[in-house]
C-alpha cells in the first residue's frame, strides 16, 4: 500500500508538471494513465467515485 501512495503522489507531480508546461505528448499519456490505474488502487478511489457521481447528479439541477 505504501508503495502505491508514493507512485500516485510521483506520477501526480510529474502529470502536474507535465500539463503545467503544456508538454503534451505520449509521455504525458503514459503517466495520466498510470497516475489513474495507481490512484483506483488506494483508499482515494471510493471518494473519488462517489465525487464523481455527485457531480454527474448536479448537473441536471444547474
Avoid: Q
Amino acid at each position: 500500500m505504501a508503495v502505491t501512495v508514493s507512485l500516485v503522489l510521483l506520477f501526480g507531480l510529474v502529470l502536474f508538471f507535465l500539463l503545467r508546461g503544456k508538454s503534451l505528448g505520449f509521455g504525458s499519456a503514459f503517466i495520466a494513465v498510470m497516475f489513474g490505474f495507481f490512484l483506483a488502487s488506494t483508499g482515494a478511489a471510493g471518494p473519488v467515485n462517489e465525487l464523481t457521481a455527485a457531480v454527474i447528479n448536479a448537473i441536471p439541477d444547474l
